[in-house]
């Protein structure tokens, strides 16, 4: 038996624009203000739209959060150096464009991976970070073979939104699923295949 939905909370008033980084252009929103900047880091079935419960919670507390569509994802485009392109440095192109100099990043699944990165590349930059749900792009021999474990291939061939959301979600929330328009938010018109890490014993995610 359905429960009741759950409704969003309402959102603090963010900014919407077009990050024009010269090689690419990526769509973001940011609450602006002058508390310490939070990068919300989405996962790589999601988009800018994956943090509406966290964006009034962080706000309210007094941070700028701010958080964007990778390449490919809702209204971001794929960019002209699809095959050698770093994610790292769109974040690093993103914050400079957004003139910010250090902030707190919360990267979750994919988005780990790419929190991870610049924790590694550029911890200058960094007042802290947050990882969740993220297997983090690690490559020790090791590390992969309890990956491979944990989530063979035939788990990645799956529909995104039977990876993404659990029995659980899916069973109370049956509106919501089969579209994805609580998780995957936006379709992706195709992955990069240049979105590599820069850190060494690290692999590009998936």
């Not at 990526?26 to 310490?36: A, I, K, Q, R």
């Not at 250090?102 to 930059?125: C, M």
């Not at 073979?145 to 291939?153: A, D, E, I």
């Not at 919501?176 to 018109?189: I, L, V």
Request: charged fraction near 20%; include cysteine.
């Amino acid at each position: 038996m359905q429960g009741p939905r759950t409704p969003l909370p309402p959102q603090v008033p963010a900014a919407e624009g077009i990050a024009d980084l010269g090689n690419a252009r990526l769509w973001y929103w940011d609450t602006s203000g002058p508390g310490e900047a939070i990068v919300l880091l989405h996962p790589g079935s999601g988009s800018a739209e994956f943090y509406p419960w966290q964006q009034p919670a962080f706000a309210r507390g007094g941070y700028r959060v701010i958080c964007y569509s990778r390449r490919g994802r809702y209204k971001s485009d794929l960019g002209t150096d699809t095959d050698t392109f770093f994610a790292i440095d769109d974040l690093l192109g993103l914050t400079k464009y957004l003139g910010i100099d250090k902030f707190h990043a919360v990267g979750n699944a994919q988005g780990g991976y790419l929190g991870l990165d610049i924790a590694h590349s550029h911890p200058d930059r960094l007042l802290s970070l947050v990882l969740a749900c993220s297997m983090m792009g690690i490559s020790e021999p090791e590390y992969t073979r309890t990956l491979q474990s944990l989530r063979p291939k035939t788990f990645d061939d799956l529909p995104p939104e039977v990876r993404e959301l659990g029995p659980s979600y899916r069973a109370a929330d049956l509106q919501a699923w089969p579209n994805g328009s609580c998780a995957m938010n936006g379709p992706e018109r195709t992955t990069p295949s240049g979105s590599g890490t820069r850190s060494p014993g690290r692999r590009s995610p998936a």
